[in-house]
């Protein structure tokens, strides 16, 4: 496994009370976490795609997950940020409830990476009590320490 999610976690970048409730609004409250990112080239530019591609179809992941997502030259590592919303943002697209965004930026240039990326990613949220687990982290740390403790249970110990 190339990249775990959890190393690509920071606490700055982890917003566990999203304010809005509304799709667009809520997208942009997290991606906005990564503006000033070493890693994003250009944030408008990732943004505009990032909106592109979740009009094309829903990235809904069903239990109350979204991972809306661009591949693009705006990015040179991936990115990621991650916001929750007690209330819930409502994905009308898929006429869904979505309580947990992943916004993830992924260079254009390697799809290997990211592909296995959202492959553990539906992994570690396959399971009710794991999706509960991190809908329970009380801060930014103790989810990406819930996200490491799920990983080493799913993957085995980090080499």
Same mark, same amino acid.
């Given at each position: 496994?190339?990249?775990?999610?959890?190393?690509l976690?920071a606490?700055?970048r982890?917003?566990?009370?999203?304010?809005s409730?509304?799709?667009?609004?809520a997208?942009?409250?997290?991606?906005?976490?990564?503006?000033g990112?070493?890693?994003?080239?250009?944030? %408008?530019?990732?943004?505009?795609?990032?909106?592109?591609?979740?009009?094309?179809?829903?990235?809904?992941?069903?239990?109350?997950?979204?991972?809306?997502?661009?591949?693009?030259?705006?990015?040179?590592?991936?990115?990621?940020?991650?916001g929750?919303?007690?209330?819930?943002?409502?994905?009308?697209?898929?006429? %869904?409830?979505?309580?947990?965004?992943f916004?993830?930026?992924?260079?254009?240039?390697?799809?290997?990476?990211?592909?296995?990326?959202?492959?553990?990613?539906?992994?570690?949220?396959?399971?009710?009590? %794991?999706?509960?687990?991190?809908?329970?982290?009380?801060?930014?740390?103790?989810?990406?320490?819930?996200?490491r403790?799920?990983?080493?249970?799913?993957?085995?110990?980090?080499?």
């Open positions: 496994m190339a990249v775990r999610l959890s190393s976690l606490p700055d982890i917003l566990l009370s999203l304010q409730t509304k799709r667009t609004t997208l942009n409250e997290v991606a906005k976490l990564l503006e990112d070493p890693n994003v080239v250009n944030f %408008q530019g990732f943004y505009n795609e990032l909106l592109a591609r979740e009009r094309l179809d829903t990235t809904c992941l069903g239990n109350e997950i979204a991972l809306p997502h661009a591949r693009t030259e705006h990015v040179k590592k991936i990115v990621i940020a991650v929750r919303s007690d209330a819930g943002v409502f994905f009308e697209n898929s006429n %869904q409830n979505v309580r947990l965004l916004v993830l930026g992924t260079p254009k240039s390697n799809p290997g990476d990211y592909l296995m990326l959202v492959g553990s990613l539906c992994r570690l949220i396959k399971e009710g009590p %794991q999706r509960e687990a991190l809908f329970a982290a009380a801060t930014p740390d103790a989810f990406i320490a819930t996200v403790e799920l990983e080493n249970k799913i993957f085995g110990p980090e080499k």
